[in-house]
């Protein structure tokens, strides 16, 4: 993948033909017209333009891959390795240990559903009004019952 990003740096650079240099028009500023004149001059003085160019845009992306600009694009530095292998080395890491990555994060889960649910629950407590109601219907009920066997009973003795 590097060499790929530096193929297509190198082609840019060498197939763009009618680029116009600027302050690198002459091999050091100082020839005047004669350097012009001089094609041994004016060759040097390509050589050094694309040496001066080339030699800063190494520098710029040596800088840009070293921070991280290129992490993105799946380019990491090593030294990132180096820093936090745990991190950034995905060579160390094993199914297994995804495996029970994703298990310890599953039962976390429903753990922390569960106690969701309980909190839920404790916050939602039965007013007094509502389990003063369901007494006196369950006490109800139970005379109601009461009374039912109390006549059953009392049927069962009266026939024999």
């Avoid at 082609?11 to 240099?21: H, P, R, S, V």
């Avoid at 302050?23 to 004016?42: C, D, H, Q, V």
């Avoid at 094993?94 to 994060?105: A, G, H, M, P, Q």
């Amino acid at each position: 993948m590097k060499r790929f990003i530096f193929y297509i740096f190198l082609l840019i650079f060498f197939t763009a033909g009618n680029i116009k240099a600027g302050s690198f028009s002459e091999l050091f500023g100082s020839e005047g017209a004669s350097g012009i004149a001089n094609p041994k001059t004016r060759s040097l003085s390509w050589s050094m333009q694309y040496l001066t160019f080339t030699g800063a845009t190494g520098l710029i992306l040596n800088n840009l891959y070293n921070t991280g600009f290129f992490e993105p694009f799946g380019l990491q530095p090593e030294i990132y390795k180096e820093m936090s292998p745990l991190a950034y080395d995905k060579s160390l890491f094993t199914k297994s240990v995804n495996n029970n990555l994703r298990n310890s994060k599953d039962i976390i889960f429903r753990k922390n559903e569960i106690l969701q649910i309980n909190n839920n629950v404790l916050l939602k407590q039965p007013q007094f009004s509502m389990i003063k109601k369901e007494n006196e219907v369950l006490f109800n009920d139970y005379i109601i019952k009461k009374e039912n066997r109390d006549l059953l009973i009392r049927r069962l003795f009266d026939e024999r």
